[in-house]
T-cell receptor, first 116, second 112 residues
């Protein structure tokens, strides 16, 4: 099951509004990543965060790696119609055993809808 | 660089049949992961392959299998299809080992 709690599940906003979404967990993560999925396409990486406290921007998008390493948020400023889609957070955790790879855990997604 | 290519993009099968989906990763990427996406269920991890070896596996029944070839191309197979297997199957490749994945457009499977 999901180990990342992503909220909100969906958002209805007006064009021009700022948007904020976040992911939390009871576990520590080594990396936080934010992806966006447009309808009919695969997710695309928006921002990757590697250090606790790190704040990174990509145009109108800003994301932060929480200082406790258990959470991350994504902000979108001045939303535009092409921002609609599903935003996923994901985090990497150390492998469960020696001979396996890191675990990549996904949030359930935040669906962004812009009201006409 | 060419992106991740998945084939076929759309397919329709009936219950009990089997299906094979193909994924060509970005050139130089040795890791390929597969995900199942259904409405309301987010991205469910199926398995990951690296250098022809399955490195991680999600919680899916044995009907779901995969393999990776020496050129890093990967296939996944679903046998004895069920209605609930209808989904978008996404393949992603990675070259960094940091969780940065590059996804294909997916193969949309409909089981009737």
């Amino acid at each position: 099951g999901q180990q990342l709690n992503q909220s909100p599940q969906s958002m209805f906003i007006q064009e021009g509004e700022d948007v904020s979404m976040n992911c939390t967990s009871s576990s520590i993560f080594n990396t936080w990543l934010w992806y966006k999925q447009d309808p009919g396409e695969g997710p695309v990486l928006l921002i990757a965060l590697y250090k606790a406290g790190e704040l990174t921007s990509n145009g109108r998008l800003t994301a932060q790696f929480g200082i406790t390493r258990k959470d991350s948020f994504l902000n979108i400023s001045a939303s535009i119609p092409s921002d609609v889609g599903i935003y996923f957070c994901a985090g990497t955790r150390p492998p469960p055993k020696m001979d396996s790879n890191y675990q990549l855990i996904w949030g359930a997604g935040t669906k962004l809808i812009i009201k006409p | 660089k060419a992106g991740v290519t998945q084939t076929p993009r759309y397919l329709i099968k009936t219950r009990g049949q089997q299906v094979t989906l193909s994924c060509s990763p970005i050139s130089g990427h040795r890791s390929v992961s597969w995900y199942q996406q259904t409405p309301g269920q987010g991205l469910q991890f199926l398995f990951e392959y690296f250098s022809e070896t399955q490195r991680n596996k999600g919680n899916f029944p044995g009907r779901f299998s995969g393999r990776q070839f020496s050129n890093s191309r990967s296939e996944m197979n679903v046998s004895t299809l069920e209605l609930g297997d209808s989904a978008l199957y996404l393949c992603a490749s990675s070259g960094s080992g940091t969780g940065e994945l590059f996804f294909g457009e997916g193969s949309r499977l409909t089981v009737l």
